[in-house]
């Protein structure tokens, strides 16, 4: 019983997170305001995810 209710703790510990960006995410959809941006640079950060670059943007 412990080891199942301290996993339950450790994949909501995870997974909570997750869940939250995903609702601000819709949230933000629903009600957000349209706008544009104009990208000044763009630059490799060294990281990789699935084997693809990160990159971070920056907007005027």
Do not use: C, E, Y
């Not at 199942?4 to 997170?17: C, E, I, K, R, S």
């Not at 601000?24 to 060294?46: E, F, H, I, W, Y």
């Amino acid at each position: 019983m412990a080891i199942t209710d301290g996993t339950m703790l450790v994949l909501a510990g995870v997974g909570l997170p997750f869940l939250i960006n995903a609702k601000k995410a819709q949230r933000l959809l629903a009600v957000g305001l349209p706008a544009r941006a104009v990208v000044d640079s763009m630059a490799d950060t060294g990281m990789t995810v699935n084997g693809r670059p990160v990159v971070s943007f920056r907007a005027a």
